[in-house]
């Protein structure tokens, strides 16, 4: 058997041309959805996905800035940037890349950032409204982007045993806390496991919904999935690869291949969640500029 394809490309257009005839009705109101992207040092991914959310921005006819700082930009400066946006009333939206160079405390930056310009959702403020089931609460993007994804793909999460692989803040966590959320895309019953779990294999096969967000390439194989199951990859990695003209190629964190013989349906990477991301960011953008206007 061979799964079925989750095809996170389609999907992501379709919202985010939703987005754009949002962006046009705030626009009619005399309000333009307005994003900041603030970027510190040249972390080469971190430059391919900020690109990416400016481009998408201006794509739906939102106002977008990027600031690029250098990489020893100090936290004070960075705090400075940070103060600057959320006075800026043409900022509705704002995100701080991750990771941060180490010499900066990246907690301390995000409880800078104004909840209500916060669409990351990393704000303590704004991960409590989301633990709390508040709808005001801003779902951080990658998750929020799984949770479209089985939705619109009729991915049944009611009573459904959810596994997530990774514990982070980013991914893991609020994956978590959207799944165990009553309502749409929720209700499930969710194990979170991670890099010191005790049998992870064996909790991986209980899920009817795995999602892998560990950052390890290829780490899930097909022996640690239940024939049927729905396999979610998160995962973006660079491996070696001397026969692509890059020096390097894209893999998620599941074995492909393999798993696809096993699973009901699969993401793929690229093509899958990482595409949605930039779609629910812009969606929170959106929800921001309602919100401050
Ligand atoms: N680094 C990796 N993913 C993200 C994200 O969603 N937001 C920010 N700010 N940094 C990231």
């Given at each position: 058997m061979s799964a079925r394809v989750l095809d996170g490309g389609v999907l992501a257009d379709a919202i985010r041309a939703e987005v754009a005839d949002e962006a046009k009705a705030l626009l009619a109101r005399g309000v333009q959805p307005g994003l900041a992207v603030v970027i510190v040092g040249e972390d080469p991914a971190s430059q391919v996905y900020v690109r990416s959310k400016g481009k998408a921005c201006m794509e739906a006819g939102m106002h977008s800035e990027t600031i690029r700082l250098p990489a020893e930009t100090s936290e004070a400066e960075l705090l400075a940037v940070v103060d600057r946006l959320n006075a800026d009333?043409?900022?509705h939206g704002m995100l701080v890349q991750l990771p941060?160079?180490?010499?900066?405390d990246a907690d301390r930056v995000l409880l800078r950032i104004d909840p209500r310009k916060d669409v990351d959702g990393f704000h303590p403020v704004n991960v409590g409204r989301l633990v709390i089931g508040d709808p005001a609460a801003f779902k951080p993007a990658t998750p929020y982007g799984v949770q479209e994804m089985l939705i619109r793909n009729r991915?049944?999460?009611?009573g459904a045993n959810a596994v997530v692989v990774g514990r982070s803040n980013i991914v893991g966590k609020p994956m978590a806390n959207l799944l165990i959320q009553p309502g749409k895309g929720g209700d499930a019953t969710v194990t979170v496991c991670h890099s010191?779990?005790?049998d992870l294999p064996g909790i991986c096969r209980s899920a009817d919904i795995l999602v892998v967000a560990?950052?390890?390439?290829?780490?899930?194989?097909?022996?640690?999935v239940r024939p049927g199951a729905v396999v979610i990859d998160v995962g973006i990695n660079r491996v070696p690869d001397a026969t692509n003209a890059k020096g390097y190629r894209i893999v998620g964190d599941v074995a492909y291949e393999p798993v696809a013989q096993v699973a009901g349906a699969i993401t793929p990477?690229?093509?899958?969640?990482g595409r949605m991301t930039i779609a629910m960011l812009l969606k929170n953008t959106i929800q921001a500029a309602r919100l401050q206007s």
């Open positions: 009333p043409k900022i941060l160079p180490t010499h900066i991915i049944e999460t009611k010191k779990s005790r560990i950052g390890r390439p290829e780490f899930v194989t097909a022996d640690m990477v690229p093509g899958g969640v």
